[in-house]
Antibody
Framework: EVQLVESGGGLVQPGGSLRLSCAAS????????MNWVRQAPGKGLEWISF??????????YYADSVKGRFTISRDNAKNSLYLQMSSLRDEDTAVYYC???????????WGQGILVTVSS | EIVMTQSPATLSVSPGERATLSCRAS??????LAWYHQKPGQAPRLLIY???TRATGVPARFSGSGSWTEFTLTISSLQSEDFAVYYC?????????FGGGTKLDIK
C-alpha cells in the first residue's frame, strides 16, 4: 500500500525557515516524480514544486509564488522527500501535501497533509 | 500559465440525481486533465485522469469527458459520500494548475 506521511510543520515567524519532510513507503520511491501541493485555509489547491524520479536526470520545477524561496529535494536511500522553505510570508500559511505522480502529470497518491502557520 | 475555470462554484443536487460539473482551460490542454474530490479535513482523491479514465477503485458512476479547452465531470446518481469539493487540474504544461473548485452540496 502506498503511504506518504508529511512532518515538520508548525508555527514560524515571517521571514523564518522550515523544512518539511515526506516519508514514502509501499512503492519504489526512486522511480517516481514527487510534488508538493498546498492549500491555504478555506481556499483551493496550489501546486508549488516537482522533482523527478531518478530514472532520468533530475528535474525540478517551482511555482512563481515560491521560486527562489523554497527548495525541493529527495533522498532515495531514505525514501524521503523534502521542502526547504525560507523567507516565509503570511501567505505561505497552508496545509502542505506531498503527492506522487506517475510521470510529469496528475497526482495519484497524496499524504494526509501538514499545517504550516506563518505568523508573528 | 494555463488558467482553469470551474463552474458552477456551488451545485446543489439531491441524492440519486445526476450532477454535471464543468471545467474550462484558458488554452488547449488536449486531454491532459484530471479530476479530484476532497472532503473536509481530508486530502484530495484522484477520480479521473486523461480527461476520461477512471482511477483505480473509482465507481463507474463517475465519468469524465471533453478535450482541448472544455471538460465535464458527470456523477450519474449521487451517493451521500459524493458530496464534497471537486477540482480539475491540467498537466499539459508547467506550472501545473488547478481550477478553483466546485462545491457539491446536498439539496
Amino acid at each position: 500500500e502506498v503511504q506518504l506521511v508529511e512532518s515538520g510543520g508548525g508555527l514560524v515567524q515571517p521571514g523564518g525557515s522550515l523544512r518539511l519532510s515526506c516519508a514514502a513507503s509501499g512503492f519504489t520511491f526512486s522511480s517516481y516524480g514527487m510534488n508538493w501541493v498546498r492549500q491555504a485555509p478555506g481556499k483551493g489547491l496550489e501546486w508549488i514544486s516537482f522533482i523527478s524520479g531518478s530514472n532520468s536526470a533530475i528535474s525540478r520545477y517551482y511555482a512563481d509564488s515560491v521560486k527562489g524561496r523554497f527548495t525541493i529535494s529527495r533522498d532515495n536511500a531514505k525514501n524521503s522527500l523534502y521542502l526547504q522553505m525560507s523567507s516565509l510570508r503570511d501567505e505561505d500559511t497552508a496545509v502542505y501535501y506531498c503527492a506522487r505522480v506517475p510521470g510529469y502529470d496528475y497526482f495519484e497518491y497524496w499524504g494526509q497533509g501538514i499545517l504550516v502557520t506563518v505568523s508573528s | 500559465e494555463i488558467v482553469m475555470t470551474q463552474s458552477p462554484a456551488t451545485l446543489s443536487v439531491s441524492p440519486g440525481e445526476r450532477a454535471t460539473l464543468s471545467c474550462r482551460a484558458s488554452q488547449s490542454i488536449i486531454t491532459n486533465l484530471a479530476w479530484y474530490h476532497q472532503k473536509p479535513g481530508q486530502a484530495p482523491r484522484l477520480l479521473i485522469y486523461g480527461a476520461s479514465t477512471r482511477a483505480t477503485g473509482v465507481p463507474a458512476r463517475f465519468s469524465g469527458s471533453g478535450s482541448w479547452t472544455e471538460f465535464t465531470l458527470t456523477i450519474s446518481s449521487l451517493q451521500s459520500e459524493d458530496f464534497a469539493v471537486y477540482y480539475c487540474q491540467q498537466y499539459n504544461s508547467w506550472p501545473l494548475t488547478f481550477g478553483g473548485g466546485t462545491k457539491l452540496d446536498i439539496k
